[in-house]
C-alpha cells in the first residue's frame, strides 16, 4: 500500500509539474504581451518619425534648390552677359559698319590723298 501511496504521489507530484509549468507559461506569455504591444506601438512611432523628417528634409531640400535657382538666375541677369546672337548681331553691324567706311575711303580717294591713319598700299 506504501508502494501504492508513493506511485500515486509522484505521478500527482508529475501532474502538478506539468500543469504548474502550463500556468506558468500562461503567466510568461501574458506578461510579454504589453511589452509585445509596446514594441509594436515604438516600431509604428519610429516609422512615422522617419517618414515626416524624410517629408521635411525633402521640402527644405526643394526650398534650398529654389533659392539657389532663384540666386543664380539674379546673379546672371546683373551680369548682363551677351548672348550669341547679340554678338552675332554686333558683328553684322561692324562689317556694314565697316564695309561704309572702306566704300568712302575708296571712293572718296582723288588726287592721291590719303585720310590721316590710313596705310599706303
Known sequence: ???????DGTR???RVRKDAGKVLANRQQRALVPFMKRAQ???????RRIR???????????R????????AARAVDRLSVAT???VEGLERRLEARLAELEAKLT???SGG???PGAVAS
Open 84 to 86: 550669341r546672337s547679340d
Open 64 to 71: 534650398i534648390l529654389a533659392e539657389v535657382e532663384r540666386r
Open 1 to 7: 500500500m506504501l508502494a501504492r501511496l508513493e506511485k
Open 41 to 47: 506601438r515604438l516600431r509604428v512611432d519610429v516609422e
Open 52 to 62: 515626416r523628417t524624410r517629408q521635411d528634409f525633402e521640402a527644405r531640400a526643394e
Open 12 to 14: 500527482l507530484l508529475a
Open 107 to 109: 571712293g572718296g580717294q
Open 113 to 115: 590723298k590719303s585720310p
